[in-house]
């Protein structure tokens, strides 16, 4: 069984069996014997690497023993192993090539956080969402069966993953194509299984030997000649297992359910996995892990140490003191909750699966009868607070925006078009920083400024979210307010629950012949950019409605319009601005600046918007060329 450690190491560990298995293929080159050492030197190599960098941290311990024996048993990357979400795939980045680049994880031009297919093949399926494994594992092996190929496709799927409905549909897809497939499930909160002891590993052993599958095959032939004999057996099969193993549910979806096992028992994970190896059909293995095995302070706290952050050289100078920064956007959330919560009782909260994240950690704790965490459950988290607004409540779904992506149809078809009282309170808007592009919110402002009576607020700073919040949980019809990862400008917050008057932008700087028109967070920058070029500054705050009245004045009075905003420019607030311009036939010079018609790379986030040109240096820069083009 693995080693427990007590503390990260601050320099590289001795691995003697790592150094020689850097890939599967040397790997695959050591006895069973050393497997269990390898264990430990894997998890100390990733306690250091992390410890160096940052980034996920629990879920990657906690699966060291199964990575091990997934490549040690199965021939990847000819087998198709997809891990789903990824956090838990640094061993795998490890094992497969690109233990040397650790250092550069989750920076600039450095290893992505989660699976890439463009970064190794051995990433045969590019994740950073949830409950797509099996999805994409069935297609690959349909693909093989349609190549006449023995390539085997295995998905490694959490317990937390597995409450999404898409991890269900295909696992209801799979056993009425009859695919030959091997499902995971990695459970490390015990939410599924029962204990774990040698005798659900013995019988797993068994269940999954060729012996039982053979003799299984063999009497289904004999017994399918008597009427109904079959049918009973196989009925009395299913209740002896399901007396001993949990896995009734995956049986009557058509799988062959095995487990659960210890998933830390290299041992036992080998055995199993060389008997289903080869088996036909749909296969599904439960293995139970604990989240952050060996290092003991992860055991304790598994959420705390879900993610860590770069630890300091010992000998590195004691660092400046911060200077005071604002309130982080989600706790300015997460306070207006539980204010709101205590002025009007018909508001509930609603979270898929980020209660810690979008901070409602104290509204779960004031107000338990009013918050719902739906599991990752996205689509399900929309149509639910439908089914509460129709009775009068009032939902705020507190959602980060690359995941409301996930439930756009709901949104439309189940809130929009019923024209019903829900709030999304969209965490997470823009770059996000080092997750890269699955975790960037980069449409949002584009997909929701398209759905009639949806109102859409984009606040500068913690001040305007408060009250744009008030705004959202006040109007009739769905609004959403979209606010960035991390801390604002530390605006002073008024206390009270006033709303602004929707549909209204302000003037925060008078200048002349330019104006920076400024859909949120950008606003500080802008008026940095508009100091040195004596231009207007506007706080729009309203991507729909648009202000249009303030921008035809504006329009009067200047030469350049500059939008800005932290989305796509494609379909995003300046577009709005100028489908307005043209529909009035006015003519005017216009420059958008946002992200750009591609995906912007993991970085740290200040390196991002530089990329984009919306730092302040960017911002000045674009708006003084294209000043000079007009030749003002």
Request: charged share 20%.
């Amino acid at each position: 069984m693995p080693t427990t450690f007590q503390e990260i190491p601050r320099k590289r560990p001795t691995t003697p069996l790592l150094d020689r298995a850097n890939t599967p293929d040397g790997l695959r080159r050591l006895g069973e014997a050393e497997l269990e050492t390898l264990a430990d030197e894997l998890r100390l190599e990733l306690l250091y690497t992390v410890g160096q960098t940052g980034g996920h941290f629990g879920a990657g311990l906690g699966v060291i023993e199964l990575t091990i024996a997934l490549h040690y048993v199965f021939d990847t990357p000819d087998d198709r192993l997809v891990w789903d979400v990824g956090h838990q795939a640094y061993p795998h980045k490890i094992l497969t090539g690109r233990r040397q680049r650790m250092g550069t994880l989750r920076q600039k031009d450095g290893i992505a956080a989660f699976p890439r297919r463009s970064e190794s093949e051995y990433d045969t399926f590019g994740v950073g969402h949830s409950s797509t494994s099996i999805s994409a594992a069935l297609g690959m092996a349909i693909a093989a069966r349609l190549q006449n190929s023995e390539r085997k496709a295995i998905a490694v799927i959490g317990d937390g993953a597995l409450t999404a409905g898409m991890a269900f549909e295909a696992l209801n897809h799979a056993p009425e194509v009859n695919a030959n497939m091997l499902v995971i499930l990695n459970d490390n909160d015990m939410s599924i299984s029962r204990n774990v002891g040698g005798l659900s590993n013995y019988l797993a052993k068994i269940l999954s030997s060729r012996t039982y599958a053979s003799m299984r095959e063999g009497s289904k032939k004999v017994l399918s000649r008597l009427p109904g004999a079959w049918e009973i057996a196989r009925r009395t099969e299913e209740y002896a297992k399901g007396m001993l193993v949990p896995g009734t549910l995956f049986e009557e979806l058509g799988w062959n359910y095995i487990g659960p096992i210890d998933g830390h028992d290299l041992p036992t994970l080998i055995a199993t996995l060389r008997n289903m190896r080869d088996l036909k059909g749909p296969q599904f293995l439960h293995v139970v892990t604990k989240k952050g095995k060996g290092f003991a302070p992860a055991e304790v706290d598994p959420i705390g140490y879900h993610a860590i952050t770069k630890l300091e050289p010992l000998d590195a100078p004691a660092a400046a003191p911060k200077k005071a920064g604002g309130p982080k956007y989600s706790g300015v959330f997460g306070q207006w909750l539980c204010d709101m919560a205590a002025a009007d009782p018909r508001l509930v909260g609603i979270t898929p699966a980020m209660k810690e994240g979008s901070d409602l950690v104290a509204f779960s704790e004031r107000y338990p009868q009013r918050y719902f965490d739906v599991a990752i459950a996205e689509q399900h988290a929309v149509t639910l607070a439908a089914g509460m607004a129709c009775e009068g409540a009032k939902p705020v779904v507190a959602i980060y925006s690359t995941f409301l992506q996930r439930a756009y149809d709901q949104l439309i078809h189940d809130v929009a078009v019923q024209n019903l009282d829900v709030l999304f309170a969209i965490d997470r808007a823009g770059l996000v920083g080092e997750d890269g592009p699955t975790h960037a919110g980069s449409f949002d402002l584009s997909f929701l400024r398209c759905i009639p009576g949806m109102l859409v607020m984009t606040p500068s700073d913690e001040n305007e979210l408060r009250k744009m919040l008030t705004t959202g949980h006040l109007f009739n019809g769905p609004a959403a307010v979209r606010y960035p990862r991390g801390t604002g400008p530390n605006a002073t917050i008024e206390a009270d629950l006033e709303p602004i008057e929707i549909g209204k932008g302000v003037i925060r700087r008078q200048g002349k012949q330019t104006a920076l028109l400024v859909f949120g967070v950008q606003l500080a920058e802008a008026l940095k950019v508009a100091q040195a070029l004596d231009a207007t500054v506007v706080d729009m705050r309203f991507v729909k409605p648009l202000d249009e009245a303030l921008v035809r004045k504006i329009a009067a009075s200047h030469e350049l319009l500059v939008t800005i905003e932290e989305n796509a420019i494609m379909g995003g607030a300046g577009a709005a601005v100028s489908e307005f311009l043209a529909r009035e036939n006015i003519l005017k010079s216009v420059l958008h600046l946002g992200l750009p018609d591609s995906y912007v790379e993991h970085a740290k986030p200040a390196q991002m918007l530089a990329e984009c040109g919306l730092d302040e240096a960017g911002i000045e820069t674009s708006v003084r060329q294209r000043l000079q083009l007009l030749g003002l």
